[in-house]
């Protein structure tokens, strides 16, 4: 029998308080105008949004301007109305409803304004005239549930509806920066004019505009009701007739604590003003609401001071990030006091949210700052203040995902959830704080878990006095001491000594490397340090490792020899991409108050388990364990659409409490594998059993078949063989030829009650033939084989091996005791590798459900392995039936392979490789000197 221990307790990452903010990385809870968190299709119906660019809340409604200025499309030309947002966006802690692909998808309007009705094309939904109906690239919108305000940029004007909308295409009641609805003015600077105004807000009857290409904000103490209304206040200019001459490109205006250049928005929480000042690169603050024209702001948010304007101005806000060859200070990109054209600021009351559109982020202050250039708490859409994940080139610029932003233009505010439109991906996001549970990339999958880079010092020769061995780990001359580690071998001196020595040097010298661990494998004849980055990931892939031998006296040829397994650590992979179907761990702490779970082999999984439940997508995930610090679970099937997620948890505990954990965005690949093994350090003891009781043997048929090609399999001087015919030949489908014979050959072995010492059968999908003796045990190893084609052959025949071997006992584990010899077939369990082969096959794999056939059936992108470094001959790869998620892999090893108690093994697909595991090997030939 094969261990169904596969997914025991992983070690605990630490986690920070669970305090109810938003953190820095966290994932939107919900999506509104997309089917999915990377769907990104233009749209113009009640459901689909285009480049969504303002925001608004009010009267239990969301209010999308869905336009934008910053060159996103489509331009729909109109405002859509959600209403009753308290029904389409639940509670934080309530289980979203099942049975829509994506439950966390939500919203449909039932308004639209500036459009007759939601089924316009969208080639003309551009206006052909100006009208009460009309609009012409909204892209911001206000209301304080009672009336509505809508920035209609392109015509220079804001509309007012003194009642909310409640018909499609209803017409505004008010115009300002005009002198009616129907008509348009030519460009003035007055108390009245408008030019390209791209904010607006509602605030306790007053009504803000920032009047953007006008450089300034205006201010109604009352909201008008007559057209062409003049405004009370102006700030960012000393009066209504001024305006700067000005070049946005060269930012020539110099900064002042009263002046604007393109300002964006304008908000108020009832006691101060926000604005951001898109072309100084920051967000100003006054602490009252302006009564006089060209007051002064208070405070800067983005700069050091009032007279500063660069974007990110990393030099004056942010901390050192290290030296340059010359000594001087460097700095990142960008920190958490800086900012690159913020386009809108909004405060809670308590907190200050700043569309920093340029870094492509939403900086989130928990307290409302009182100092010029104050830092942010936490940064939303990037996964820290100094990244940005599409300049940075971490992402292309066109990703998609639950927990990335793209130019984040404007932002709304409903007493619990953050709204954010997100234009080039055409959508808004809702945020909403909660504990922070799992860890940063904690979902994972659960058989490689981490993915670290390895590497090794194999130790060799004659241990020889006064002979020095050398290893550099990222050798630094600067810093010799702690990335360059010597052993001298004294008189009489050993291997395993050495080993030990450099090993505690490694580990423990001055605090211990920095970027490696170290182990040591030893054995009678085999004496290796294995060396594995501190760091998971394809990070650890840049430690530079070397080993060298200094011989006893200058000149002589060293005794000793110490070689690397490479330049460099190997194999850093990223075990956080996951493919639909994987069984994931969820790290983090506080999921809940108990600890229970079900065999691996349940046939079915429950969606909940113990109070705990875990949604992506808002779907529901089968569990299959659950503690305060770990949870096991299967990814949904139904996430073979998409290419990223979102994951949280909902847990009920003993006392009744609800539990909720924040979002956190999950990257999902078509395929990642992982292979399951023990506890430990990686990298770990592969879960490996022996295949078979008997001797096996494998032969491939590769080629083209030809008419009249003829195969020949000898076994034991026996002979069998097959011919193409003609009508076996398709032209479609030039493999097909290659299967049929592959079949005949196993009929020929098996026919007429088989050969006296052999059976045949197919080897899954491949077309290879696998030969097993008829006797168990190891009387059967030797049985010779041999393989022929006749001349001219379009078809080639290979044996792996020139006679049966490696019979052991079928499920028994490979250990110390009982190892692995070269050319036997292993089987290994693991998960992530994706779709399966044939589509009816794939067909049948349901969420949660065992697998239940066909058996034979292989993974959609191709598997192959490595094992002591060697290509191991992948014999077949499917999902195991009777088991949810997990694979069954069979693997012929090399016949070459040298003894190696921790032989180093993997799984490869496409760009994508597993975990590393290790197996014990014992080649008794080579040993004994055998060839």
């Known amino acids: ?87 389409t966006v639940p509670a934080a802690d309530v289980a979203p409803p099942q049975g829509p692909r994506c439950p966390a998808c939500v919203g449909k309007a039932s308004v639209v304004l500036g459009q007759p009705n939601f089924q316009v094309t969208a080639d003309k939904m551009f206006p052909s005239r100006v009208a009460a109906n009309t609009m012409r690239l909204a892209t911001a919108v206000a209301s304080d549930g009672r009336v509505l305000a809508v920035a209609d940029t392109d015509f220079n004007r804001i509309l007012i509806w003194r009642n909310l909308p409640t018909s499609n ?33 509602i605030q306790d009857g007053r009504l803000f505009v920032a009047d953007t290409q006008n450089h300034r904000v205006l201010i109604w103490n009352r909201i008008p009701t007559s057209n062409d209304q003049a405004a009370d206040v102006v700030v960012g200019q000393p009066n209504f007739t001024t305006i700067p001459q000005v ?116 900086l989130v202050y928990n307290n409302l700052p009182t100092a010029n250039g104050a830092p942010a708490d936490a940064v939303l859409g990037q996964r820290s203040a100094t990244l940005n994940l599409t300049s940075d080139g971490a992402f292309p610029n066109f990703v998609s995902a639950a927990d990335v932003i793209r130019t984040p233009t404007s932002l709304a505010w409903d007493g619990a959830n953050l709204y954010i439109a997100d234009p080039y991906n055409r959508r808004v996001l809702v945020y909403t704080a909660a504990p922070r549970l799992i860890t940063d990339t904690g979902v994972r999958n659960a058989a490689s878990r981490e993915i670290f880079s390895v590497g090794s010092i194999t ?76 760091t998971s990931g394809p990070a650890g892939d840049a430690v530079a490792v070397s080993a060298e031998v200094a011989p006893a006296k200058e000149g002589e040829t060293p005794k000793v020899n110490a070689a690397s397994s490479g330049a460099n650590l190997t194999g850093g992979q990223d075990a956080a991409q996951i493919a639909a179907g994987t069984i994931v761990t969820i790290l983090g702490e506080g999921f809940t108050d108990r600890t229970e779970s079900i065999p691996m082999n349940s046939p079915t999984w429950p969606r ?44 009920v505990k003993r006392d009744g409490t609800v539990v909720h954990s924040a979002p956190v965005g999950v990257p999902v690949i078509l395929q990642n594998p992982g292979i399951f093994a023990e506890e430990g350090a990686d990298p770990r003891p592969g879960i490996i059993t022996h295949y078979s009781s008997s001797a096996t043997a494998t032969i491939s048929l590769d080629g083209t078949a030809k008419k009249d090609d003829v195969a020949t399999i000898t076994i034991n001087g026996r002979n069998y063989e097959a011919k193409v015919l003609e009508s076996e030949i398709k032209s479609d489908n030039p493999s097909a030829a290659n299967f049929v014979l592959r079949d005949k050959i196993v009929d020929a072995i098996n026919a007429n009650g088989g050969d006296p010492e052999v059976e045949a059968f197919r080897s899954g999908f491949f077309t290879r033939i696998r030969l097993r003796s008829k006797k168990l ?102 999902l195991r039936v009777g088991l949810i998620g997990v694979y069954e892999v069979h693997l012929e090893l090399n016949s070459d392979l040298n003894t190696n108690p921790r032989t180093q093994m993997t799984l490869a697909q496409s760009f994508q490789v597993s975990n590393i595991v290790t197996f014990a090997l014992k080649n008794a030939k080579k040993d004994a000197g055998i060839q």
């Open 1 to 87: 029998m094969l261990s169904y221990q596969l997914l025991a307790s992983l070690c605990v990452i630490a986690c920070v308080a669970t305090a109810q903010e938003f953190y820095t990385g966290q994932a939107a809870r919900l999506i509104i105008g997309q089917k999915s968190f990377t769907d990104q299709f233009p749209g113009n119906s009640d459901v689909q949004l285009g480049a969504a660019g303002g925001i608004a809340i009010g009267g239990n409604r969301l209010f999308v301007a869905d336009s934008s200025r910053i060159g996103a499309d489509p331009a729909n030309h109109r405002v859509v109305i959600f209403e009753n947002l308290s029904s």
């Open 247 to 362: 070049d946005i490109s060269r930012a020539v205006v110099e900064p002042k604590n009263n002046n604007l250049l393109n300002p964006v928005s304008v908000t108020s929480d009832g006691r101060r003003l926000f604005v951001s000042d898109l072309g100084h690169n920051r967000v100003l603050i006054w602490n009252t609401i302006p009564t006089s024209n060209g007051a002064a702001a208070d405070i800067v948010l983005g700069q050091p001071d009032f007279t500063n304007f660069f974007a990110n101005n990393t030099s004056k806000l942010c901390a050192a990030s290290g030296k340059d060859s010359g000594g001087k200070d460097t700095f990142p990109g960008r920190c958490a006091s800086t900012m690159n054209f913020p386009r809108f600021a909004l405060s809670d009351g308590k907190r200050l949210f700043v569309a920093d559109g340029g870094n492509d982020r939403v």
């Open 777 to 878: 045990g190891p009387d059967g190893n030797g049985t010779p084989i041999a393989v022929k084609t006749n001349t001219d052959s379009g078809i080639i025949l290979t044996a792996f091996n020139n006679e049966l071997c490696c019979a052991n006992v079928a499920g028994a584990r490979v250990t110390d005791d009982n190892p692995a010899v070269p050319g036997e077939t292993l089987v290994i369990l693991a998960t992530g590798l994706g779709d399966i082969l044939p589509e009816e096959a794939n067909n049948s794999v349901f969420t949660g459900i065992a697998y239940n056939g066909p058996e034979f059936n292989e993974p959609r992108e191709f598997v192959s392995s490595l094992a002591g470094g060697k290509t191991a001959n992948v014999l077949f790869a499917g």
């Open 459 to 534: 130790l060799g020769g004659t241990p020889t006095e006064n002979e020095v061995i050398t290893i550099k780990v990222n050798f630094d001359d600067k810093n010799k001491d702690n990335t360059s580690y010597t052993y001298k071998f004294p008189k009489d001196g050993n291997f395993t000594a050495a080993i030990n020595s450099l090993v505690s040097d490694i580990n423990t010298k001055n605090g211990g490397n920095k970027d490696v661990i170290a182990n040591s494998v030893i054995r009678a004849t085999f004496f290796v340090i294995l060396l594995t980055a501190r």
């Open 608 to 651: 909940g388990l113990a109070g705990v439940e875990v949604f992506f997508d808002g779907v529901s995930s089968p569990i299959q364990s659950v503690s305060p610090t770990q949870i096991i679970a299967q990814i949904p099937i139904e996430l073979r659409d998409t290419t990223g997620s979102n994951a949280w948890v909902r847990s």
């Open 169 to 201: 295409g209803q017409p505004a009641d008010v115009v300002l920066g005009q002198e009616s609805l129907d008509k348009l003015r030519p460009i003035a600077t007055d108390n009245k004019s408008l030019r390209g105004p791209q904010g607006v807000w």
